[in-house]
């Protein structure tokens, strides 16, 4: 099936909306990113975790932002489809608080990330969907770690720890997928 691409003035549209988007996210006005769809929900593929509804998306960004408070972003590409902005990106930060039952290693990461911004028929935003590599995250926030100082053993053993109590169900909704109709 070959799908129409939506006419240009709807595609500008949506990157001011996508781009004020992710300049709120890092300047963390969050009632300003919340603005820019009427029901927030992000999906987290790599954790396989869904965040729905006004509660659950600033409770990510609590906890997303107690870990990394400088957490912020550098655009590597932008593209349009028929009905989503997909942005490619690297993602920054420095691991400082807790995420989660992880304890903060202090090291910072650079990660390649995509995110799909997904618009309904009526041009309104419905999902952020992320997708990263979370072992390369990972890697570099153990990587910092200095291993032949055996204090940091127990911080690693820790970090191991609140990882796997982290590594629960995915979420249903993810695993319940419906292939596209390209009969038409």
């Known amino acids: 099936m070959i799908r129409t691409m939506p006419a240009a003035s709807?595609?500008?549209?949506?990157?001011?909306l996508v781009l004020?988007?992710?300049?709120?996210?890092?300047?963390q006005h969050w009632d300003d990113v919340l603005a820019t769809f009427p029901h927030p929900h992000?999906?987290?593929?790599?954790?396989?975790?869904?965040?729905?509804?006004?509660?659950?998306v600033r409770?990510?960004?609590?906890?997303?932002?107690?870990?990394?408070p400088d957490q912020h972003h550098e655009l590597i590409s932008f593209r349009h489809s028929h009905d989503a902005v997909i942005t490619e990106f690297w993602l920054l930060g420095t691991h400082l608080g807790p995420l989660g039952p992880i304890?903060?290693?202090?090291?910072?990461?650079?990660?390649?990330?995509?995110?799909?911004?997904?618009?309904?028929?009526?041009?309104?935003?419905?999902?952020?969907?992320?997708?990263?590599?979370?072992?390369?995250?990972?890697?570099?926030?153990?990587g910092g770690l200095e291993?032949?100082?055996?204090?940091?053993?127990?911080?690693?053993?820790?970090?191991?720890?609140?990882l796997m109590r982290m590594s629960g169900q995915p979420e249903r909704r993810l695993l319940e997928t419906?292939?596209?109709?390209?009969?038409?």
């Open 10 to 16: 709807v595609l500008a549209a949506r990157e001011k």
């Open 20 to 27: 004020d988007h992710l300049n709120d996210e890092v300047l």
């Open 42 to 56: 992000y999906e987290i593929i790599p954790t396989m975790t869904v965040h729905d509804g006004d509660r659950e």
């Open 59 to 68: 409770g990510y960004y609590s906890e997303s932002r107690t870990a990394f």
């Open 103 to 142: 304890p903060p290693t202090g090291s910072s990461f650079r990660v390649r990330m995509t995110a799909f911004f997904i618009f309904d028929a009526n041009e309104t935003l419905v999902i952020e969907r992320i997708y990263f590599d979370v072992l390369t995250m990972l890697k570099q926030l153990l």
């Open 147 to 162: 291993f032949k100082n055996p204090a940091n053993w127990v911080r690693a053993i820790r970090v191991f720890r609140g």
């Open 178 to 184: 419906t292939p596209p109709d390209l009969s038409a």
